[in-house]
């Protein structure tokens, strides 16, 4: 069912080529040569990965869905719901894969620079040693109080 609007593969596949000035496969092998050496691309290179894998999906669910249709009577069952309902699910993952390889090919993202910036590259490197606010209610005394503990003393 590819149509203008269904490119995202390609399109996106553009902007990658046009931001490293290179072909997605020389993008490709040059990142699993050396993974460390452009944490960006290799960023940028996993999620069109993830992005290539949803429309793969995306592609089957359209197929099952075109056949199921293309075998019912004028009313849908459920079971052409239910794959109706996987298409719409498949369009939504893939559209948010998508919505993360555009992120991550525009530098001018406000979370991309400055202190979100660091916070961002030590979470993805699995730097963050401990959480900045406390996570677990602080320890208290395992017993009661004596019922007579905080009276004042009576003389």
Same mark, same amino acid.
């Given at each position: 069912? *590819?149509?203008?609007?269904?490119?995202?593969?390609?399109?996106?596949?553009?902007?990658?080529?046009?931001?490293?000035?290179? #072909?997605?496969?020389? $993008?490709?092998?040059?990142?699993?040569?050396?993974?460390?050496?452009?944490?960006?691309?290799?960023?940028?290179?996993?999620?069109?990965?993830?992005?290539?894998? !949803?429309?793969?999906? $995306?592609?089957?669910?359209?197929?099952?869905?075109? /056949? +199921?249709?293309? !075998?019912?009577?004028?009313? $849908?069952?459920?079971?052409?719901?239910?794959?109706?309902?996987? +298409?719409?699910?498949?369009? /939504?993952?893939?559209?948010?894969?998508?919505?993360? +390889?555009?992120?991550?090919?525009?530098?001018?993202? *406000?979370?991309?620079?400055?202190? /979100? #910036?660091?916070?961002?590259?030590?979470? #993805?490197?699995?730097?963050?040693?401990?959480?900045?606010?406390?996570? !677990?209610?602080?320890?208290?005394?395992?017993? /009661?109080?004596? *019922?007579?503990?905080?009276?004042? +003393?009576?003389?």
């Amino acid at each position: 069912m *590819p149509d203008g609007a269904d490119d995202v593969m390609g399109i996106i596949t553009e902007q990658v080529e046009a931001r490293f000035d290179m #072909s997605f496969a020389e $993008l490709q092998r040059a990142v699993t040569a050396a993974p460390q050496a452009n944490r960006e691309a290799t960023e940028i290179v996993h999620w069109h990965g993830k992005l290539a894998e !949803s429309q793969q999906l $995306l592609e089957k669910a359209e197929d099952e869905l075109v /056949a +199921v249709l293309e !075998s019912q009577p004028d009313e $849908l069952d459920d079971p052409a719901m239910e794959k109706a309902h996987r +298409v719409n699910t498949a369009v /939504a993952a893939r559209d948010g894969r998508a919505m993360v +390889v555009r992120w991550l090919l525009d530098p001018a993202v *406000p979370e991309k620079q400055g202190l /979100a #910036s660091e916070r961002l590259a030590r979470l #993805s490197r699995g730097a963050r040693r401990s959480p900045a606010v406390q996570t !677990s209610p602080p320890t208290r005394a395992a017993t /009661a109080p004596h *019922p007579g503990a905080g009276r004042g +003393v009576r003389r």
